[in-house]
Structures are given as structure tokens and as C-alpha cells.
């Protein structure tokens, strides 16, 4: 089998194993959000933090819900990193973005968050703020879905299939269930462009 045949054939087996009702969940979490007026914070790191920006466009345009991604704000992304130190780059925006308890944290990671090993310890401790203020949390993770996974209201966790690409295929659902997420009929409120454009 050529690697591109095994790839695929890993990708069915993730969408046949993926729960729906862990999305719809997810999907009434945003919606609640929106209806009580709150925001929707993303948070990821590298690959997930630039799926995180494109999240946020869908998010505004398609669902009709304030969203942010810390990391769309290079210049204080790294003012605090330099400053403070990576692991408190994200609680800091979030502080001073003043989350409360109409808010939602949305995590995009492959692993969840772990502080004994040190992975990720930013969204950690991000996801503690949340808890603190009586924010909510729904996450996209991989693996076994780490620290975000333990405390979300709502989450979907990528099924590992091959142990060597966890986090390609993790990075990769990021996209595919979000997208669920702002095509949902209970989410969605602007029709995306090709779709409004296209004839009956």
C-alpha cells in the first residue's frame, strides 16, 4: 500500500470512529453562548494556533458569534512571552480580555495540555482561569485529550489510529469539525458564499 493509500485509509477509519453526539454537544455549548450574549475565546498552538485564526473568520461570519484568537495579536503574543514567559501568555490576554461567565473557550490542541510534562502548560493554564470564572469549555483535541479533555463541558477527541500520526490527523480534524460545527443548522446564520451563489 503506497503512503498516500495509508493516509486516506487512516482518515475513513477516524471518521467512522468520530462520536456526533460529543459535536452536538459542542455545537448546543456555542449556540447557548451566542444566545447569552457571550464571546468565544480559540486558543491553539502552532498548527492549531493557525487554525485557531481561520476558526475565528468562520465563527464571526458564519455562526454570528464574537470571536478572538489570542494569537491573531502577534505583537502582544510576544510582548508577554518575553515579558512573562510562555506559559502565561494566553491566561493574561484572557485576563485582560476580562472572560466571565457567559464566555466559551474553544481548545485546539493534539494533546490537551499536560503541566507534569510540560506540554502546552498555556492552555492549562487558561483552561484553570476558565473553570475559575465559570466560563465554559469545548474542545478539538487528539490523543487522549490531555488536561482540556478532563475539564470541558464538551469536547470531541480524535481517535488515534496510527501512533505515528497523531498529530497530523489531530491538526487535520481541527478543520474537518469545526466546519460541522458552523454548517450546523442550529449554529449556522449567513450562507457561505459559493453556496448562496450557486443555482437551484
Given at each position: 500500500m503506497s503512503y498516500a493509500a495509508q493516509h486516506l485509509q487512516e482518515t475513513a477509519e477516524i471518521v467512522s470512529k468520530l462520536?456526533?453526539?460529543?459535536?452536538e454537544k459542542c455545537v448546543a455549548e456555542l449556540r447557548a453562548t451566542r444566545e447569552r450574549g457571550g464571546r468565544l475565546f480559540i486558543l491553539g498552538v502552532g498548527g492549531?494556533?493557525?487554525?485557531a485564526s481561520h476558526a475565528v473568520n468562520d465563527f464571526r461570519k458564519i455562526a454570528g458569534l464574537e470571536c478572538y484568537a489570542p494569537t491573531d495579536n502577534v505583537s502582544e503574543l510576544t510582548a508577554r512571552t518575553n515579558d512573562e514567559g510562555w506559559a502565561t501568555v494566553f491566561v493574561e490576554w484572557l485576563r485582560g480580555s476580562r472572560l466571565n461567565a457567559k464566555d466559551t473557550l474553544l481548545i485546539f490542541s493534539v494533546g490537551g495540555g499536560n503541566l507534569e510534562k510540560n506540554v502546552s502548560p498555556n492552555l492549562v493554564m487558561a483552561l484553570k482561569l476558565a473553570k475559575e470564572v465559570g466560563a465554559r469549555v469545548i474542545g478539538i483535541v487528539g490523543k487522549d485529550g490531555g488536561y482540556t479533555a478532563k475539564v470541558a463541558d464538551a469536547c470531541v477527541i480524535v481517535p488515534t489510529v496510527n501512533p505515528a500520526n497523531i498529530t497530523p490527523h489531530s491538526e487535520a480534524f481541527q478543520a474537518v469539525i469545526w466546519h460541522l460545527f458552523v454548517s450546523h443548522p442550529d449554529l449556522k446564520v449567513n450562507q457561505t458564499k459559493w453556496e448562496s451563489v450557486a443555482k437551484p
Open positions: 462520536n456526533p453526539a460529543d459535536c492549531s494556533a493557525a487554525n
